[in-house]
């Protein structure tokens, strides 16, 4: 757990966060509507804002529908369904071709889902199958989805904690970090990816290759060049730099 250090502290004038939601922002539920984005987060983030001049993104594997509500009136701009879709100033957009295949992989994988009482969410790019109230069924499901990405060239498997998805093969969070660091919200400054899932590691890998850096909660490989231990040690290390500066 230990293997990378705490960041130091950021020059948020000059630096855009792109921050993961469920994991990092807020506590894992059993089901996504569930979660709870707290009084001092919300704080933190519309401080965040101002602080990057507007430059604050949460990129989620949710599908747009399904985070809106958890972030309403929040000044940050929002990718959904890992990268294929993109947010700015209440403009949403489906990045061309990447709901392609999603319908009739939604269509197979219900029924297999139904029978072994698993939480199954369609999304705009994505379906997800969680198995947290089924823990059991990870090699099951996983195996499931392996199966269906291969049979579907244009989708691909995402392995997350307790939830396995398909996704449109092209895109991720990384490829949305990427995007946006060219929106004038974001450009010219260095971009702080901050996640905790195995889903983030696309944005960190982004953000390192444009000279910024990554950061991650929990335990596990990663290439983020830092490490929190927790969630608390996140806000507490933002409040920290948003005080000082």
Request: charged residues 25%; negative net charge.
């Amino acid at each position: 757990m230990h293997d990378l250090p705490a960041p130091p502290r950021v020059d948020w004038a000059r630096s855009a966060a792109y921050l993961d939601f469920d994991g990092t922002l807020v506590d894992l539920a059993p089901r996504p509507e569930d979660v709870r984005l707290d009084r001092d987060n919300v704080d933190l983030l519309c401080r965040l804002s101002v602080r990057c001049n507007g430059g604050v993104a949460i990129l989620s594997g949710r599908d747009l529908e399904s985070l809106r509500p958890h972030v309403k009136d929040l000044p940050v701009v929002l990718s959904g369904s890992h990268g294929a879709q993109i947010e700015i100033n209440g403009d949403p957009a489906l990045v061309p071709g990447a709901g392609a295949g999603i319908q009739d992989a939604f269509r197979r994988l219900t029924p297999f889902a139904n029978a072994r009482g698993l939480l199954i969410e369609r999304k705009a790019a994505a379906i997800a199958v969680h198995y947290r109230a089924h823990p059991e069924m990870e090699t099951e499901v996983r195996s499931k989805i392996e199966d269906m990405a291969t049979a579907h060239s244009g989708l691909k498997s995402v392995h997350g904690k307790m939830v396995s998805e398909l996704a449109s093969k092209d895109y991720n969070k990384g490829t949305a970090l990427i995007q946006l660091s060219n929106h004038p919200q974001f450009s010219n400054r260095t971009p702080v990816a901050i996640g905790d899932d195995t889903t983030d590691e696309d944005m960190f890998r982004a953000a390192r290759s444009i000279g910024g850096i990554g950061i991650k909660i929990g335990a596990g490989l990663t290439a983020a060049d830092y490490r929190f231990e927790t969630r608390a040690e996140l806000s507490d290390w933002l409040a920290e730099t948003l005080e000082v500066q």
